[in-house]
């Protein structure tokens, strides 16, 4: 039987993260098919080789699902504590942890959900675990200097129809199918979640000063930055906004485009291209 460090920790890591536990984890190891457990971890008259593992492997699961409820807390409140313990379980047997960092456990939720009998009873829980793991990754993107008002004045006038922007890289813009965002507001302001309205919503969720926020976009913002991040000129993105005015609305264009421009400059959405 291979004895050597990294053998050890590589067993005890197969017998931890079993998917059936570790009793059925070590039936699996044919290098101790006749000493046992024994040969690489010490019992005594209290607890057997077996237990001390398996005190490690609940310590392993359950921290886990702390995680997991602190990155979910609407599909927690949703679901209520025993179904989700169960749909953590189900969930780990599929998507095993493959990152050193526990803060990536929960990436592959949403995609889980999608085909989970849950969804009988719960049709909108996989676009409500999107939006959630949203909210942690846009809250761990990589940083950049927004621009500000003051840097866009400066510009000459000559250079804004050519001129090119860039989003932050703290942000997401995806579709649900079901307002989500309704459930998880409810939550962060301590009420009893409603179901959603089923309702295909465009979803903007950014950062602002260490801040991570989420709000439904219309049609013409959503396409306006899509080509922002396309690279996509102001003189373009000016053309996008103003055909975006209903018809016989008697808004200025030139206000409607100010307006766009204000609100993203103030919730730090843009940077230099």
Same mark, same amino acid.
């Given at each position: 039987m291979p004895s050597d460090l990294k053998w050890v920790e590589s067993l005890l890591y197969r017998l931890i993260t079993a998917p059936s536990g570790v009793a059925e984890g070590l039936a699996q190891e044919k290098s101790l098919a006749r000493g046992g457990l024994a040969q690489v971890i010490a019992g005594d008259d209290r607890l057997s080789a077996e237990a001390r593992v398996d005190i490690?492997?609940?310590?392993?699961?359950?921290?886990i699902l702390d995680v997991l409820k602190e990155d979910f807390p609407a599909t927690l409140a949703v679901l209520g504590a025993a179904r989700f313990h169960n749909l953590v379980t189900g969930y780990l047997i599929e998507y095993p942890p493959a990152h050193?960092?526990?803060?990536?456990?929960?990436?592959?939720?949403?995609?889980?959900?999608r085909d989970h009998p849950l969804r009988d009873e719960f049709p909108f829980l996989a676009?409500?675990?999107?939006?959630?793991? *949203?909210?942690?990754?846009?809250?761990?993107?990589?940083?950049?200097?927004?621009?500000?008002?003051?840097?866009?004045?400066?510009?000459?006038?000559?250079?804004?129809?050519?001129?090119?922007l860039a989003l932050?890289?703290?942000?997401? @813009?995806?579709?649900?199918?079901?307002?989500?965002?309704?459930?998880? %507001?409810?939550?962060?302001?301590?009420?009893?979640?409603?179901?959603?309205v089923r309702n295909a919503t465009s979803l903007l969720v950014?950062?602002?000063?260490?801040r991570v926020y989420y709000r439904a976009i219309d049609s013409v913002e959503r396409d306006?930055?899509?080509?922002?991040? %396309?690279?996509?000129?102001?003189?373009?993105?000016?053309?996008?906004?103003?055909?975006?005015?209903? %018809?016989?609305?008697?808004?200025?264009?030139?206000?409607?485009?100010?307006?766009?421009?204000?609100?993203? @400059?103030?919730?730090?959405?843009?940077?230099? *291209?």
């Amino acid at each position: 039987m291979p004895s050597d460090l990294k053998w050890v920790e590589s067993l005890l890591y197969r017998l931890i993260t079993a998917p059936s536990g570790v009793a059925e984890g070590l039936a699996q190891e044919k290098s101790l098919a006749r000493g046992g457990l024994a040969q690489v971890i010490a019992g005594d008259d209290r607890l057997s080789a077996e237990a001390r593992v398996d005190i490690y492997a609940n310590m392993y699961f359950y921290r886990i699902l702390d995680v997991l409820k602190e990155d979910f807390p609407a599909t927690l409140a949703v679901l209520g504590a025993a179904r989700f313990h169960n749909l953590v379980t189900g969930y780990l047997i599929e998507y095993p942890p493959a990152h050193f960092s526990i803060s990536h456990a929960g990436n592959h939720l949403a995609d889980f959900l999608r085909d989970h009998p849950l969804r009988d009873e719960f049709p909108f829980l996989a676009d409500l675990a999107r939006l959630e793991r *949203a909210l942690i990754d846009v809250f761990h993107a990589a940083d950049a200097a927004p621009l500000d008002a003051e840097q866009m004045r400066a510009i000459a006038p000559e250079d804004w129809p050519s001129l090119k922007l860039a989003l932050h890289p703290a942000n997401q @813009l995806f579709e649900l199918e079901w307002n989500g965002a309704a459930i998880l %507001k409810a939550v962060e302001q301590g009420e009893e979640p409603s179901p959603p309205v089923r309702n295909a919503t465009s979803l903007l969720v950014w950062r602002n000063r260490h801040r991570v926020y989420y709000r439904a976009i219309d049609s013409v913002e959503r396409d306006a930055l899509d080509a922002i991040a %396309k690279g996509t000129t102001f003189a373009e993105i000016c053309e996008m906004i103003a055909s975006g005015l209903d %018809k016989g609305d008697e808004g200025d264009p030139a206000s409607a485009i100010n307006q766009r421009l204000e609100t993203w @400059l103030r919730d730090g959405l843009l940077a230099p *291209a």
